[in-house]
């Protein structure tokens, strides 16, 4: 028998990629689907063999694969030989075997309504049926059934496996474990625990006004994921260059303002060169799997699936994470006269692929007219969600919907707090940041951990791209000259703030 070319090429693609076995299997893949009896016998051992070695690295011991096969299940030399040219083959991604698949699932759908509708004429051309009518078509019906489940997307079943696994997890796991269901963005301690991480299958909308910071707290988490998790980490800015968001990144982890790390003279300062260092080398712990994209009428969700896909096999992950820089500027395949009717699709389709890939995805919105109004000093309600083109649909959609607006009392309070330190002659005017205090309210949080608080604070130091987590907002405080005082303490020893004694300046 002529060894199917989609076949093969399917299997190989699994040989090469163990990882993505379980999601192929929950996709429908299964022995029933090939038609070459050899490359049955292979498929079925490699399930056997993934069940049974997890967690080993990212390919097959092919020499123990290759002699369970001929001592376990007594396949022929031909078969043996079968194995080394599936793994000489090489790999396929994550897109194209899923597209075999799919083409494979329905060629053994037709065969099965080939078989039914031979057994329907050969029932209604036989003289002398010897069955009820009603009862051949109640087994009929039950025969389209299982093609319709075969024909289906995902493999439908009770919840009888997911149990057993469940189980068997809780009775492995072991003592000291993280706290959080998700990815780790630690250090950023308490806004952590409060989403528990950015957990697999979720979507983070992040909405807030212009100059409130959203891109570097974006750009920080996303490379405290790449940097915690060492996953692959995909991030999409829809208005900057890739050399923008590196230099950010840069000054964040140096600490020097991207002005002076793209045109100043840093290799003929000391201090400098000892930051610019310390960036690089807190950089180069996640430059392997940390991807900054300019996004453009290319790159809609369609086409960003495809990529993660790609990326994801490329490190041999079964898991990524993805920022998206900001919503409203997604395209989408087929353009929309409305802006709403884009954005709604755009958030729909971020929360499928957030599902399919059962990884986390950030999106950064942007706040309408009334939004940005509301973030202001004399308004005395604050935005939300429903502020951003589109943010009901978002809202709905997300499953963590986070708001970031300035809070006008404890940037003041900390103000007053520096310009009596000026005018008492402790502090150098000249060398103060410019700062602004924001509350990131978690407006929805679904499975939201028990004791978590919904809005944790963030000083923004604007030159360095810093956003430091101050830990969170006490609504009930009306008073915060201790919280503006331990701020302060925070900046002078920091080099923030230049502390001088009497007659200094």
């Given at each position: 028998?002529?060894?199917?070319?989609?076949?093969?090429?399917?299997?190989?693609?699994?040989?090469?990629?163990?990882?993505?076995?379980?999601?192929?299997?929950?996709?429908?893949?299964?022995?029933?689907?090939?038609?070459?009896?050899?490359?049955?016998?292979?498929?079925?051992?490699?399930?056997?063999?993934?069940?049974?070695?997890?967690?080993?690295?990212?390919?097959?011991?092919?020499?123990?694969?290759?002699?369970?096969?001929?001592?376990?299940?007594?396949?022929?030399?031909?078969?043996?030989?079968?194995?080394?040219?599936?793994?000489?083959?090489?790999?396929?991604?994550?897109?194209?075997?899923?597209?075999?698949?799919?083409?494979?699932?329905?060629?053994?759908?037709?065969?099965?309504?080939?078989?039914?509708?031979?057994?329907?004429?050969?029932?209604?051309?036989?003289?002398?049926?010897?069955?009820?009518?009603?009862?051949?078509?109640?087994?009929?019906?039950?025969?389209?059934?299982?093609?319709?489940?075969?024909?289906?997307?995902?493999?439908?079943?009770?919840?009888?496996?997911?149990?057993?696994?469940?189980?068997?997890?809780?009775?492995?796991?072991?003592?000291?474990?993280?706290?959080?269901?998700?990815?780790?963005?630690?250090?950023?301690?308490?806004?952590?625990?409060?989403?528990?991480?950015?957990?697999?299958?979720?979507?983070?909308?992040?909405?807030?006004?212009?100059?409130?910071?959203?891109t570097n707290l974006m750009l920080r988490l996303?490379?405290?994921?790449?940097?915690?998790?060492?996953?692959?980490?995909?991030?999409?800015?829809?208005?900057?260059?890739?050399?923008?968001?590196?230099?950010?990144?840069?000054?964040?982890?140096?600490?020097?303002?991207?002005?002076?790390?793209?045109?100043?003279?840093?290799?003929?300062?000391?201090?400098?060169?000892?930051?610019?260092?310390?960036?690089?080398?807190?950089?180069?712990?996640?430059?392997?799997?940390?991807y900054l994209f300019e996004g453009d009428r290319?790159?809609?969700?369609?086409?960003?699936?495809?990529?993660?896909?790609?990326?994801?096999?490329?490190?041999?992950?079964?898991?990524?994470?993805?920022?998206?820089?900001?919503?409203?500027?997604?395209?989408?395949?087929?353009?929309?006269?409305?802006?709403?009717?884009?954005?709604?699709?755009?958030?729909?389709?971020?929360?499928?692929?957030?599902?399919?890939?059962?990884?986390?995805?950030?999106?950064?919105?942007?706040?309408?007219?009334?939004?940005?109004?509301l973030d202001s000093e004399t308004s005395k309600?604050?935005?939300?969600?429903?502020?951003?083109?589109?943010?009901?649909?978002?809202?709905?959609?997300?499953?963590?919907?986070?708001?970031?607006?300035?809070?006008?009392?404890?940037?003041?309070?900390?103000?007053?707090?520096?310009?009596?330190?000026?005018?008492?002659?402790?502090?150098?005017?000249?060398?103060?940041?410019?700062?602004?205090?924001?509350?990131?309210?978690?407006?929805?949080?679904?499975?939201?951990?028990?004791?978590?608080?919904?809005?944790?604070?963030?000083?923004?130091?604007?030159?360095?791209?810093?956003?430091?987590?101050?830990?969170?907002?006490?609504?009930?405080?009306?008073?915060?000259?201790?919280?503006?005082?331990?701020?302060?303490?925070?900046?002078?020893?920091?080099?923030?703030?230049?502390?001088?004694?009497?007659?200094?300046?």
């Amino acid at each position: 028998m002529t060894t199917d070319r989609t076949e093969f090429r399917l299997l190989a693609g699994a040989l090469a990629a163990p990882h993505h076995l379980e999601k192929l299997q929950k996709l429908g893949m299964s022995s029933s689907l090939f038609e070459d009896g050899d490359l049955k016998a292979v498929f079925d051992a490699f399930q056997w063999y993934c069940s049974n070695h997890k967690g080993e690295g990212g390919k097959i011991d092919l020499p123990l694969f290759t002699a369970y096969l001929t001592e376990e299940r007594h396949v022929t030399p031909a078969t043996a030989t079968l194995v080394g040219k599936l793994t000489d083959a090489g790999g396929e991604d994550m897109t194209t075997l899923v597209e075999m698949l799919d083409r494979l699932k329905t060629r053994a759908a037709r065969r099965k309504l080939r078989t039914i509708a031979d057994n329907i004429n050969s029932f209604t051309d036989a003289e002398k049926q010897g069955r009820r009518v009603e009862d051949f078509a109640a087994e009929i019906s039950e025969q389209l059934r299982q093609v319709a489940r075969l024909s289906s997307q995902d493999r439908q079943e009770p919840i009888r496996d997911e149990l057993l696994r469940y189980v068997e997890e809780v009775r492995t796991r072991g003592i000291g474990l993280p706290s959080i269901l998700g990815m780790s963005i630690a250090p950023y301690d308490n806004l952590n625990i409060a989403v528990s991480g950015l957990r697999p299958g979720f979507y983070y909308a992040l909405g807030g006004a212009p100059r409130r910071g959203k891109t570097n707290l974006m750009l920080r988490l996303a490379t405290l994921v790449a940097r915690n998790e060492k996953v692959p980490v995909l991030y999409y800015s829809y208005e900057q260059t890739r050399r923008v968001l590196l230099t950010r990144v840069l000054s964040q982890e140096s600490l020097i303002n991207p002005l002076v790390l793209q045109k100043g003279d840093i290799r003929n300062k000391a201090e400098l060169v000892t930051r610019f260092n310390k960036g690089i080398k807190e950089t180069s712990a996640y430059m392997d799997n940390f991807y900054l994209f300019e996004g453009d009428r290319q790159d809609t969700i369609e086409h960003i699936r495809s990529v993660a896909y790609g990326i994801m096999d490329s490190h041999h992950a079964d898991r990524c994470a993805i920022f998206l820089d900001y919503l409203q500027k997604v395209p989408t395949v087929n353009p929309y006269a409305s802006l709403q009717k884009q954005v709604d699709e755009v958030s729909g389709l971020i929360a499928q692929l957030s599902t399919e890939l059962q990884s986390p995805i950030v999106a950064v919105s942007s706040f309408d007219k009334d939004g940005c109004r509301l973030d202001s000093e004399t308004s005395k309600e604050r935005p939300t969600m429903f502020n951003c083109t589109g943010g009901g649909d978002i809202e709905y959609d997300a499953d963590v919907a986070l708001i970031v607006v300035k809070d006008y009392h404890d940037t003041a309070q900390l103000e007053e707090k520096i310009a009596n330190a000026v005018r008492e002659g402790g502090v150098n005017p000249h060398h103060i940041p410019h700062f602004d205090i924001l509350n990131l309210f978690i407006d929805k949080n679904r499975d939201a951990p028990e004791g978590g608080n919904i809005i944790v604070q963030f000083l923004f130091l604007i030159e360095d791209n810093q956003m430091v987590e101050l830990g969170y907002k006490d609504v009930e405080e009306r008073y915060s000259y201790a919280k503006a005082g331990k701020i302060f303490e925070w900046l002078l020893e920091r080099g923030y703030l230049e502390a001088v004694g009497p007659g200094e300046h």
